[in-house]
């Protein structure tokens, strides 16, 4: 069993700041990719940002310059450090990971249940 935790979640205004944290536990034998996801109301599951286990990232246009993903294997956690937010960056943000539970399993795609990030004055 594998489980992701987001946390960090909340109400800012125009030009704030948030930090969302992702933890992932359980049965983990290794983590591949992990990465943020983001769904406004109507709207599909957009990708936010991404890290590898060797730290490249990605970064959807809309976001690059003002956040930062990091990772910490040891910890099997990332964060997503989120800066003058706008209220188009008002959705639910769900943590991401891809994650082997043994050496005999495949790689899976597992998924956090989401925290709320509300951009408004």
């Known amino acids: 069993q594998v489980q992701l935790v987001e946390s960090g979640g909340g109400l800012v205004q125009p030009g704030g700041s948030l930090r969302l944290s992702c933890a992932a536990s359980g049965s983990i034998f290794s983590i591949h990719t992990m990465g943020w996801f983001r769904q406004a109301p109507g709207k599909q599951r957009d990708l936010v940002a991404t890290i590898t286990s060797g730290d490249t990232t990605n970064y959807a246009d809309s976001v690059k310059g003002r956040f930062t993903i990091s990772r910490d294997n040891a910890k099997n956690t990332i964060d997503l450090r989120m800066m003058r937010l706008e209220p188009e960056d008002t959705a639910v943000y769900f943590c991401?990971?891809?994650?082997?539970?043994?050496?005999?399993?495949?790689?899976?795609?597992?998924w956090g249940q989401g925290t709320q990030v509300t951009v408004s004055s």
């Open positions: 991401n990971a891809l994650i082997k539970m043994s050496q005999l399993h495949a790689v899976d795609n597992y």
